[in-house]
């Protein structure tokens, strides 16, 4: 399924030019001869070990769960406002401002402030991720919801779809490039942040770890948790995005 | 049930350059059970305009509308097919609880064949036609048809009128026929409504009932 999906996004290009990373990757740490660039092999190394003492899938599990509920948490509360500023022009022109200001917080601003209000506890960091990606998915689901087409909606109510079929049949298919443009940059930003957050105020998961291995300068542990982090997001991409925009792709041309 | 329409004021709000316009003014319509009434008219005179007020979809309007049936077939002037549903289920999803029906619906109009495929690999006037597999499967007890043979070579909306003429025929529902060709309207309906000016007036009213008897 991976390898097919592999290449139907990219060809054996998408396959050769991680080849080719690796390899330019070996050369460059083998010419620089320090413990501050590993090479793959040490890398490599120090994963199989992180993995083997299981302090890899403890620290990735929590990281992971962590990405999974603050995305579900912005996506839903995200796409609740978005449609709602998209449908009524005057609650978007009212909460346009606070959206505006939103987007532009730094990241680390909010994520520092929730923890001083709410404490170094799990509630705080879901709170601040949620608050950093909230703004980007009510963007993007606003203009969603201008985009869709009152003829449908027209079509609806003269056949008396009803407020469930109207949503499954008609809103959501109208929706779903959005979603599924909401939810790709939503993953990447969320992860990132995720990270961010545990560095500065938890005792555990990927955050965390680098944060202990960046202090003792350990670069090819910190590297081996970044590869696995992307090894999960790529699979989540190919495991659940790329076949989501094969379904909703169906019905072009 | 007669349909009595009523529309004391309808304006069109100006829009871009066009000034304001009034588009009915004190007009008034019935329309007998089982009639099929064809409106004739100039382009943007108010007849698709005068549909979508039977409908309900205009509510914008000083009047009334009584007697209107719950069950509506619409064949909109653009098919209207959901692109992301098959032909079949564009069917299926206005008659949820008797699906097994589709098939047949498409078959009616010649689209046996083709419910499997999505609408966009339909040409204009298959999607039309599916539209109206669409506008009669839900057994209407009012039928509008906006314009159903627009837009189409000659021989394909000759072929859309003697369907259309057929299933209407069939379904005894009422009927309202909106085109500017007094040809399609007189080979299709008991009575065609002429409409000109603006405000729209009715100019013209008769029945063609001989026409159909001698059929």
């Keep these: ?253 | 049930m007669t349909i009595r329409i009523l529309i004391r004021q309808k304006v069109f709000p100006a829009w871009a350059d066009a000034p304001a316009r009034h588009v009915f003014d004190h007009f008034s319509l019935e329309l007998a059970e089982g009639e099929i009434c064809a409106v004739v008219g100039p382009s943007g005179i108010g007849k698709s305009s005068l549909l979508q007020i039977i409908a309900g979809l205009d509510r914008d309007f000083d009047g009334s509308v009584e007697g209107c049936p719950q069950t509506i077939g619409y064949l909109f002037q653009s098919p209207r097919l959901l692109p992301w549903r098959t032909v079949r289920q564009n069917l299926e999803i206005v008659i949820p609880d008797r699906p097994e029906k589709a098939s047949a619906w498409l078959a009616q109009v010649g689209l046996a064949g083709a419910e499997d495929v999505y609408p966009q690999r339909l040409s204009l006037g298959m999607a039309r036609r599916a539209s109206l597999a669409r506008a009669l499967a839900v057994e209407p007890e009012l039928l509008l048809l906006d314009e159903p043979f627009s837009a189409l070579d000659e021989a394909t909306a000759r072929g859309m009128q003697i369907l259309v003429a057929e299933q209407v025929r069939r379904l005894r529902a009422t009927t309202i026929l909106v085109t500017h060709h007094w040809h399609e309207a007189a080979a299709l309906a008991d009575r065609v409504i002429t409409l000109d000016g603006a405000p729209a007036r009715i100019v013209a009213d008769r029945p063609i009932r001989p026409a159909r008897a001698a059929e």
């Design chain 1, 1 to 253: 399924m991976r390898a097919a999906d592999i290449r139907s996004g990219g060809g054996w290009q998408g396959l050769a030019s991680v080849l080719l990373f690796i390899g330019l990757w070996q050369i460059g740490a083998a010419f620089a001869d320090s413990r501050l660039l590993p090479g793959p092999g040490a890398v490599l190394n120090s994963l199989i070990g992180e993995a083997r003492n299981g302090a890899l899938f403890y620290h990735l599990g929590i990281t992971l769960a962590r990405v999974a509920v603050s995305f579900i948490i912005a996506m839903v509360i995200g796409t609740a406002l978005g449609m709602a500023l998209g449908l009524w022009r005057a609650l978007d022109r009212w909460l346009n401002p606070w959206l505006v200001i939103l987007l532009n917080v730094p990241a680390l601003v909010v994520i520092i402030l929730t923890y001083i209000w709410l404490g170094l506890v799990e509630t705080a960091l879901l709170v601040a991720v949620a608050l950093n990606k909230i703004p980007n998915v009510a963007v993007t689901l606003r203009e969603g919801a201008r985009a869709l087409d009152r003829d449908y909606a027209e079509m609806a109510q003269i056949y008396r779809l009803g407020p469930w079929t109207t949503l499954q049949d008609i809103i959501i298919p109208q929706l779903a490039p959005y979603l599924l443009a909401a939810a790709r940059n939503g993953l990447a930003l969320i992860w990132k942040i995720v990270l961010v957050v545990e560095l500065l105020g938890r005792s555990n998961g990927v955050g965390f770890q680098l944060q202990s291995y960046f202090q003792l300068f350990d670069v090819p542990r910190v590297l081996a948790y970044a590869a696995s982090f992307v090894a999960c997001v790529l699979l989540i991409e190919f495991l659940i995005f790329a076949p989501f925009e094969r379904r909703i792709d169906v019905w072009r041309r």
